[in-house]
């Protein structure tokens, strides 16, 4: 199994920054795409950004510019840099992951969610 725990959520001010972070662990053999949702109040889940292991990244096309999605292979750790944050940034960060686990019948490829993190952004 693997789990993804994401951490840095909070209160952030209009304007400011932002930096989550999603660790997978496990019984990993390899991470392979990796990325972030968002679900705000009573808002269908939407994808924010995503990140191959080569780094190829793909943004959702209204946060182009504000955020910054980055990973770290060796960690099995994804980043998301929030910048110029703005009201409507309020929701529920979600990790996800698609990930090898070796199994007793031999290599397993699946995508795994994390709990989720609240961000609210607020003067």
């Known amino acids: 199994q693997v789990q993804l725990v994401e951490s840095g959520g909070g209160l952030g001010q209009p304007g400011g920054s932002l930096r989550l972070s999603c660790a997978a662990s496990?019984?990993?053999?390899?991470?392979?795409?990796m990325g972030w949702y968002r679900q705000g109040p009573g808002i269908q889940r939407e994808m924010v950004a995503s990140?191959?292991?080569?780094?190829?990244?793909n943004y959702a096309d209204s946060l182009k510019g504000r955020f910054t999605i980055s990973r770290d292979n060796a960690k099995n750790t994804v980043y998301l840099q929030m910048n110029s944050l703005k009201a409507e940034d309020t929701a529920v960060y979600y990790c996800?992951?698609?990930?090898?686990?070796?199994?007793?019948?031999?290599?397993?490829?699946?995508?795994?969610w994390g709990q989720g993190t609240q961000v609210t952004v607020s003067s």
């Open positions: 996800n992951a698609d990930a090898w686990t070796e199994q007793s019948t031999g290599l397993n490829l699946r995508n795994y």
């Open positions: 496990g019984s990993i053999v390899s991470v392979e795409t």
């Open positions: 990140i191959s292991r080569v780094s190829s990244t």
